[in-house]
Nanobody
Framework: QVQLEESGGDLVQPGGSLRLSCAAS????????MGWYRQAPGKEREFVAR???????NYADSVEGRFTISRDNAKNTVVLQMHSLKPEDTSLYYC???????????????WGQGTLVTVSE
């Protein structure tokens, strides 16, 4: 069984920083794109950031310059470093990964269970 597990969500004050981590585990041959999405209460899930296996990153306009995505291919992990957090960043943050499973070479798009980030005084 292949799965993703996020961690790092917390309550933080506006202007603060937080680091989210996501680890993939199971029978993994390789992982292509990894990324983060978020969903605030009453809103649709939205794209936050993605990173290719080679390290090319893309960000939503709303987080560009404040968030940084990185990954460790050897450890099958992805990190979202968040700075200058705003109340509107409050959301459930989901990790996603495009995984090739061993030994079948089956392709899966995995989602984690989410980790809650709350930005408030």
């Amino acid at each position: 069984q292949v799965q993703l597990e996020e961690s790092g969500g917390d309550l933080v004050q506006p202007g603060g920083s937080l680091r989210l981590s996501c680890a993939a585990s199971g029978n993994i041959f390789s992982i292509n794109e990894m990324g983060w999405y978020r969903q605030a209460p009453g809103k649709e899930r939205e794209f936050v950031a993605r990173i290719s296996r080679s390290g090319i990153a893309n960000y939503a306009d709303s987080v560009e310059g404040r968030f940084t995505i990185s990954r460790d291919n050897a450890k099958n992990t992805v990190v979202l470093q968040m700075h200058s957090l705003k109340p509107e960043d409050t959301s459930l943050y989901y990790c996603t990964a495009h995984v090739i499973v061993a030994p079948s070479n089956r392709y899966l798009e995995l989602w984690g269970q989410g980790t809650l980030v709350t930005v408030s005084e």
